[in-house]
């Protein structure tokens, strides 16, 4: 059993920064992968940024690069999506998400654990 809790949303002008932190617990998490994700209205939920737990090796979507950093808290059992220079089109619920088998990091269908969303609201 794992448990996934997002915090950090809420509302930023555009180009402002926000951190999201997903807390995890349940069990070791030196084999998962973390992933985070985002849905707006009326769009598929999309991927946004990953992490492999034991290297840190990291993985971005192009509309993010440049902007987002995911990063992770051995101690604390927590993944950061750390985001720079936010975008209206930023806007979603995000989500994070954990898997332990060996995926490729951009499908939405391998991860297997799910936190409840935190909203990001970026304003103009």
């Known amino acids: 059993q794992v448990h996934l809790v997002e915090s950090g949303g809420g509302l930023v002008q555009a180009g402002g920064s926000l951190r999201l932190s997903c807390a995890a617990s349940?069990?070791?998490?030196?084999?998962?992968?973390m992933g985070w994700f985002r849905q707006a209205p009326g769009k598929e939920r999309e991927f946004v940024a990953a992490?492999?737990?034991?290297?840190?090796?990291?993985y971005y979507a192009d509309s993010v690069k440049g902007r987002f950093t995911i990063s992770r808290d051995n101690a604390k059992k927590t993944v950061y999506l750390q985001m720079n220079s936010l975008k209206p089109e930023d806007t979603a619920v995000y989500y994070c998400a954990a898997t332990q088998t060996i995926v490729v990091v951009t499908l939405i269908n391998e991860y297997d654990y799910w936190g409840q969303g935190t909203q990001v609201t970026v304003s103009s």
């Open positions: 349940g069990r070791t998490f030196s084999g998962y992968t």
């Open positions: 992490i492999r737990w034991s290297s840190g090796s990291a």
